[in-house]
């Protein structure tokens, strides 16, 4: 009888107490993330070459002895080269990234994911 009454009284005192439920704010979506960028690079480079050259070539009318040399002309040679060469490049590039993601947040703390629908 006493182990009946000590259940009558655990029952008594379950039916007695309020029940209540306090739901945790839920916030979901799908959080977008966007990337944009774009670069431009111009250069330009100059190269200036000279070559000067001259050469001068006598020969001898006469050797120490006295006697008389060869009758050849003098050779005189001058050359003059220049170059320059200019190379420009120009470059410009464009990129765009977007990623999307599902997102749900239970009360104060979001967690990533759909792991608390």
Known sequence: MKKALIAILIVAAAISVPVSAQLASTAWGFPTIVQSSNS???N????NALDYENTNINFPTSFDCGAVGLAFP???????????????DFAQTNQFAEFSYP???VGATGFPGLGFC
């Open 103 to 105: 997102f749900v947040g």
């Open 44 to 47: 330009q480079d100059t190269a």
């Open 74 to 88: 003098s050779i005189s040679q001058t050359s003059l080269k220049t170059q320059s060469m200019t190379h420009t």
């Open 40 to 42: 431009v690079a111009f």
